[in-house]
């Protein structure tokens, strides 16, 4: 689930993820907890078979096609929200399910919505995918009802295998799509809602049904004597009030103006100076501006680049042209939302007459963070949601 995108509060633990593959850049990871389903393996399918080292592999099988699953559901919404502009850190793979750890922002609800939508579309894709292979084996196997496909599921067959790997991916998909934070189900009704209200109405909304869920799930999983449930309960519950803590944020940066937090950094750098001008200083994002007016950017990403050959070209040859700026009077949150939806790290302050008045950055986005979180209390509060955020900068 693209639930996990805010949980950075979980660092300490988090952090202590084993790395096992990257994928486009992405680093899927394996918390140390995954280490308890061993032990439920050998004694749900090893104890409980007939033959306890054919049931044993069979439950490491299939342990294995079900995590396979839900990392290519974590990495299909870290595909989605890379290609809109937004980092991705890491995947974690947990006993409960997976997080995707990326940037916050304030998305557009169709762009939100693609990407609580591409995990769910990547396991029907995969049962899809094994439909065919499954009513083969449905057919060698004589099935005809449901009884008999109970019967066949009772086994450790190749059969069994492929049918719980097609059922698993359909449930995976389904439960996701419930619609409660931070589900992804949550994050397309929060999307819908966006499109018909403000997005702080919309988040509200899908925040309380977040909470309703986990109420009702608490007291099944104990009614049914599942401990998966409560512990999901909790992961929502917990989910949604970082959730809540990030809109309360939202609301505080929405009445910040960006200008009270722009820096002036040299009053930017002229066209016509040579590249190697860029690095005094350190590599960084920095404002074109000829006579007073932004004329372009110069990102810290292509000086890098460029580095070895920056004494021969001039700060025109490198520079955007199709930068996106904002007004002193602009909110935070109004700025960091163009950020995210140009894919660059900072944006160039200007006043009516596009003069320049300073260079907003990732950097200072993350200082304002600082900024709120000392200019309220508890301190403690607004720290985790700092963190809930990710946005680190590049």
């Known amino acids: 689930m693209s639930a996990g995108e805010q949980l950075d509060d979980w660092g300490s633990s988090v952090g202590r993820a084993i790395s096992v593959v990257t994928v486009r850049g992405v680093a899927v990871r394996i918390h140390p907890t995954m280490l308890l ?13 007939t033959e306890p080292l054919e049931g044993t592999l069979f439950g490491l099988f299939l342990l294995l096609a079900v995590f396979v699953s839900v990392a290519g559901h974590e990495l299909a919404h870290a595909v989605v929200a890379h290609r809109f502009g937004l980092a991705v850190r890491d995947v974690v793979l947990l006993p409960i399910g997976g997080l995707t750890r990326i940037e916050q922002g304030p ?11 591409a995990g769910p579309v990547l396991n029907l894709g995969i049962a899809l995918a094994l439909l065919p292979v499954v009513s083969v084996v449905l057919a060698l196997y004589e099935v005809t009802s449901l009884a008999d496909v109970a019967r066949l599921l009772t086994g450790t067959s190749v059969g069994s295998l492929l049918i719980l790997t097609m059922a698993s991916n359909v449930l995976l998909a389904l439960f996701n799509l419930i619609p409660a934070f931070p589900m992804d ?3 397309l009704l929060r999307a819908w809602l966006s499109a018909l209200s403000e997005r702080a109405r919309a988040t509200r909304i899908s925040l309380v049904t977040g909470y309703l869920v986990a109420l009702v799930t608490l007291p099944l ?8 449930l409560p512990l999901a309960g909790l992961f929502l519950a917990g989910a949604a009030l970082l959730e809540q803590r990030t809109l309360q944020l939202e609301r505080v940066l929405q009445r910040l103006p960006v200008g009270q937090f722009a820096v002036w950094d040299g009053g930017g750098i002229d066209p016509e100076q040579p590249l190697s001008h860029a690095l005094q200083g350190g590599p960084r994002d920095v404002a074109v501006v000829r006579d007073g007016t932004v004329v372009g950017m ?9 580095a070895h050959v920056a004494h021969l070209m001039r700060v025109a040859d490198a520079m955007d042209h199709g930068f996106a700026a904002v007004s002193p009077e602009t909110s935070v949150y109004e700025a960091h939302r163009r950020m995210l939806a140009s894919g660059h790290p900072a944006v160039p302050v200007v006043d009516a007459g596009n003069r320049y008045r300073g260079i907003f950055t990732s950097d200072r986005l993350a200082h304002v963070y600082r900024y709120v979180q000392a200019s309220r209390r508890p301190a403690g509060r607004w720290l985790t949601v700092v963190r809930a955020l990710g946005f680190l900068g590049r």
């Open 107 to 117: 998305l557009p609800p169709r762009r939100e919505a693609a990407i609580a939508l």
């Open 298 to 306: 110069l990102w810290r990403e292509n000086i890098v680049r460029l």
């Open 185 to 187: 189900g949550g994050r």
């Open 37 to 49: 389903l061993v032990p439920w393996v050998f004694w749900h399918w090893g104890g409980r078979s």
């Open 221 to 228: 999983g104990l009614w049914l004597r599942e401990p998966t």
